[in-house]
C-alpha cells in the first residue's frame, strides 16, 4: 500500500524567511506521480507542481522549488522569501495504478504554513 | 485545463437523509473522482467515478454509503445516504484530463461543505 508522510503538522516563520516542507512517500510502484497542491483558508485546492517517477530533476518556479530524491522517498518543497500570502495548508500526495487503471491520490496529512509579517 | 463546479457548496442537513451532490467539468475527462476531507484533516478517495459503469470504491467505503453516477464524459454525482454527524465533510470532485495513468492533469472542484446534524 502506499503512504505519504508529512511530519510537519505546523509550521510559522516571519515573511521573507525560507521555509522546506518536507515530504517522504512508500511504494511499490516503479511507476508513479507525485504532487503538492495548497489549500488556502478560501478551502480550494490549487495544483503546484506533478513529477513523475522517472524524472529526478529539481524544479523551480519562480519562488517555489522542489526536491525530489528517489534514494530516500522524499519529495521536499521549498518557498523562497516567503509572503503572508503563502499561508495555507500544503498537502504532498501520490499517485499510483489502482483497480481499473484509475489513478487517484494518496495525500498526505498536509503541513499548515504559517507566515507572519 | 478544467474548470470543476460543484453543487451545492454547502448543505446543513438532518441526521437520516441522503444528499446528492452535483459535479459538472467544462470539459470531457477521461477520469473523476470524489474525495472526503473531515474537519482538519487530509483528503481520502472514496471512488472513481467510471462512465457508464459501477464506481470502483476504496477500502472503507462502500455503495450502498456513497452511491455514485457517471451518466457522461462530464457530470458525475455523489449521494451520502442515511447520514449521521460523522459525515459532516467538505466532499470534493476531481477529474483528471485526456492522458493515460498519470499524464493528464488533475483538477479539483472547490468542494461541498456538508455539516450532519
Known amino acids: 500500500a502506499q503512504k505519504v508522510t508529512q511530519a510537519q503538522t505546523e509550521i510559522s516563520v516571519v515573511e521573507k524567511e525560507d521555509v522546506t516542507l518536507d515530504c517522504v512517500y512508500e511504494?511499490?510502484?516503479?511507476?508513479?506521480?507525485l504532487f503538492w497542491y495548497k489549500q488556502p483558508p478560501s478551502g480550494e485546492l490549487v495544483f503546484l507542481i506533478r513529477?513523475?517517477?522517472?524524472?529526478?530533476q529539481n524544479e523551480i518556479s519562480g519562488r517555489y522549488s522542489w526536491n525530489f530524491q528517489k534514494s530516500t522517498s522524499s519529495f521536499n518543497f521549498t518557498i523562497t522569501a516567503s509572503q503572508v500570502v503563502d499561508s495555507a495548508v500544503y498537502f504532498c500526495a501520490l499517485s499510483e495504478v489502482r483497480r481499473g487503471g484509475a489513478d487517484g491520490l494518496t495525500f498526505g496529512k498536509g503541513t499548515h504554513l504559517i507566515i507572519q509579517p | 485545463s478544467a474548470v470543476i463546479s460543484q453543487k451545492p457548496s454547502r448543505d446543513i442537513c438532518q441526521r437520516g437523509t441522503s444528499l446528492t451532490i452535483q459535479c459538472q467539468v467544462d470539459s470531457q475527462v477521461t477520469m473523476m473522482f470524489w474525495y472526503r476531507q473531515q474537519p482538519g484533516q487530509s483528503l481520502t478517495l472514496i471512488a472513481t467515478?467510471?462512465?457508464?459503469?459501477?464506481?470502483?470504491?476504496e477500502s472503507g467505503f462502500v455503495i450502498d454509503k456513497f452511491p455514485i453516477s457517471r451518466p457522461n464524459l462530464t457530470f458525475s454525482t455523489l449521494t451520502v445516504s442515511n447520514m449521521s454527524p460523522e459525515d459532516s465533510s467538505i466532499y470534493l470532485c476531481?477529474?483528471?484530463?485526456?492522458?493515460?495513468f498519470g499524464t493528464g492533469e488533475l483538477f479539483f472542484g472547490e468542494g461541498s461543505r456538508l455539516t450532519v446534524l
Open positions: 467515478a467510471n462512465q457508464g459503469s459501477e464506481a470502483t470504491y
Open positions: 476531481s477529474a483528471r484530463t485526456s492522458g493515460s
Open positions: 511504494t511499490r510502484d516503479t511507476t508513479y506521480y
Open positions: 513529477r513523475n517517477s522517472f524524472d529526478e
